[in-house]
């Protein structure tokens, strides 16, 4: 089955598209040095990038016609600062809203499906009627704008178009969800919008997966059985004060169902510290440095070590003061290394980023978790093929 990757950035969901058993045809992003850490893992020769067709380039120059054989899928992030919580927010004023070309390439190629993802400010209130303008598009992909017309004039015609209840040529299916990676496995609680389509004549139905992992889970071993204190070998002397945690656990009438939510303990525990044993870090592990200048404030105090980290993020110019940081349980901070980054994000050990610390949280604070990618990506390929 055949992929088309755009925006693909780090590969967060590029990984997840080649794990779940398509073969891209194309992958391509403009950022020079996220396709140097893609082409420096390729030189290592890391699966499932060493397969990977990849053009670095601007998608709007991209001519899709030059694609040989039928495609089943197309996938991407397309660039999320427009639509950003912490960006400024121009959205369709922006002109590094990429959602047109991800428009562009499902109506030029007609995958049987696509899954695109984006910030969760992408569902902000503000946001509301270009949300529906993207989703609109994506359904009717072939109701295309007019030279001269405005973008609320064309969403007045699709809407039209939508109701009136007689369509001709290519039409999707959309579904669009907001997803806590947190839910699925992930170490952190990043909240992405998924926008996932069919083909209207694949005949598919479908719904975003399940949760499989839970905060009740995670309190109820913490402070019901004590399983997860006992498995990391924490005494309790050195463990939270978290009353609030130990309140919510004691509620909860039996144990839940879901495995529990990974925290940032579960996620570094391994790895040795780099600020305390900086030499045994470095030669244990690639791109785990200590970065010094972490400092917390209001608003900003870093990621507690026992429940899933908070958002990784990238910032216009690189990483924002106070984020992105590590809150040991006796309140000193510093910032996550790029390796545990990584781990927070589900990228393999065995990865290679391209760039200095600050360049490749940027990449990392863009990416879509790929455990996260997968789960949806996977059920995705499991209904083209029917075999759920």
């Known amino acids: 089955m055949n992929a088309v990757e755009l925006f693909v950035g780090a590969g967060g969901l590029g990984m997840a598209v080649s794990q779940a058993g398509f073969k891209p045809q194309l ?62 927010h121009r959205a369709y004023l922006d002109d590094r809203d990429m959602f047109p070309q991800a428009i562009r390439a499902v109506r030029e190629l007609r ?94 139905e479908w719904h975003f997966p399940d949760h499989t992992h839970s905060h009740d889970a995670l309190l109820w071993s913490q402070w019901r059985t004590e399983e997860y204190w006992d498995r990391h070998k924490v005494s309790r002397r050195s463990r939270p004060n978290d009353a609030k945690g130990k309140a919510r656990a004691m509620r909860l009438r039996e144990q839940p169902v879901e495995s529990p939510w990974l925290t940032v303990r579960d996620a570094i525990a391994d790895l040795p510290d780099p600020e305390l044993h900086p030499l045994l870090a470095a030669a244990r592990f690639s791109d785990h440095r200590f970065q010094p200048g972490a400092r917390s404030y209001p608003g900003h105090t870093g990621s507690p070590l026992d429940e899933p980290a908070k958002t990784l993020k990238a910032g216009v110019h690189g990483v924002p003061g106070g984020e992105n940081m590590l809150r040991r349980t006796d309140g000193s901070v510093r910032y996550f290394t790029v390796r545990e980054s990584a781990r927070l994000q589900t990228f393999p050990d065995e990865m290679i980023f391209h760039g200095s610390w600050s360049e490749t949280m940027r990449q990392l604070g863009n990416a879509v978790p790929t455990r996260l990618a997968h789960v949806v990506v996977q059920k995705v390929r499991d209904r083209l093929t029917g075999t759920v």
């Open 27 to 88: 992958v391509v992003d403009w950022d020079q040095w996220a396709c140097d850490t893609i082409r420096e893992n390729q030189k290592a020769g890391l699966e499932p990038f060493v397969s990977w067709p990849l053009i670095q380039g601007d998608v709007r120059q991209v001519n899709f016609s030059e694609i040989s054989g039928s495609i089943d899928i197309v996938t991407g992030g397309p660039p999320c600062q427009p639509f950003s919580m912490g960006g400024r």
């Open 111 to 204: 995958p049987r499906a696509f899954v695109f993802e984006n910030v969760k400010g992408l569902t902000r209130a503000s946001f509301a009627n270009y949300l529906e303008y993207i989703r609109l598009q994506l359904r009717h992909p072939e109701v295309k704008a007019k030279s001269k017309e405005t973008w609320h004039e064309h969403l007045d015609r699709l809407e039209d178009y939508e109701t009136r209840g007689k369509y001709r040529g290519l039409q999707y299916n959309v579904v669009m969800r907001v997803l806590n990676a947190a839910n699925y496995g992930v170490p952190q609680k990043r909240e992405r919008v998924l926008i996932v389509g069919f083909r209207a004549d694949t005949g598919v």
